[in-house]
T-cell receptor
Framework: EAQVTQNPRYLITVTGKKLTVTCSQN?????MSWYRQDPGLGLRQIYY???????DKGDVPEGYKVSRKEKRNFPLILESPSPNQTSLYFC????????????FGPGTRLTVL | AQSVTQPDIHITVSEGASLELRCNYS??????LFWYVQSPGQGLQLLLK????DTLVQGIKGFEAEFKRSQSSFNLRKPSVHWSDAAEYFC?????????????WGLGTSLAVNP
């Protein structure tokens, strides 16, 4: 089944404790991205990757890191999480860029205390 | 400023009633246009998209949308809503130029369906 998986689905952590949210797709997609979704602010792109080893900042990259060592995986790293990073996070992938159908993961709800 | 506007934050309709969700964009050129749906507790799923050609596009789950260039709009419609249509609906656009042709999202419209 074609899908994007994210783990964990839910995470409660404390300020400053490094965490990684994994994202994996099985569709051989080139383009992957991370979004955060906040009430009243909609979806905002954090980082994107056009291909392996090619990543770039989206609209709200501060406090986040990503890597793309393999085509299928695109982890999101929070080196020192802060409460303002409490949010719902989505990973998405597509064949190429935004005009292609985006396939979204189920989301990761992160709470930083 | 370039933007995507969904004027209705929240809409409630009765099951079986018709539905129209509005979307307007503000760009110099005609962008690619999309509607995505987010069911409770799930990720987003593409309903339909418009690039060019026939301005009335059909999507999944019985939805359709009409592109009106003169109004810079891409409204989503469904003739008869089902309870399972209760969800968040997002309009999005992509400018067909540039290196990062990313989606620009509206803020979403939350749809509630009364039995």
């Amino acid at each position: 089944e074609a899908q994007v998986t994210q783990n964990p689905r839910y995470l409660i952590t404390v300020t400053g404790k490094k965490l990684t949210v994994t994202c994996s797709q099985n569709m051989n997609h080139e383009y992957m991205s991370w979004y955060r979704q906040d009430p009243g602010l909609g979806l905002r792109q954090i980082y994107y990757s056009m291909n392996v080893e090619v990543t770039d900042k989206g609209d709200v990259p501060e406090g986040y890191k990503v890597s793309r060592k393999e085509k299928r995986n695109f982890p999101l790293i929070l080196e020192s999480p802060s409460p303002n990073q409490t949010s719902l996070y989505f990973c998405a992938s597509s064949l190429n860029q935004g005009e292609d159908t985006q396939y979204f993961g189920p989301g990761t709800r992160l709470t930083v205390l | 400023a370039q933007s995507v506007t969904q004027p209705d934050i929240h809409i409630t309709v009765s099951e079986g009633a018709s539905l129209e969700l509005r979307c307007n964009y503000s760009y110099g050129a005609t962008p690619y246009l999309f509607w995505y749906v987010q069911s409770p507790g799930q990720g987003l799923q593409l309903l339909l998209k418009y690039f060019s050609g026939d301005t009335l596009v059909q999507g999944i789950k019985g939805f359709e949308a009409e592109f009106k260039r003169s109004q810079s709009s891409f409204n989503l419609r469904k003739p008869s809503v089902h309870w399972s249509d209760a969800a968040e609906y997002f309009c999005a656009v992509v400018l067909p130029t540039g290196n990062n042709r990313k989606l620009i999202w509206g803020l979403g419209t939350s749809l509630a369906v009364n039995p």
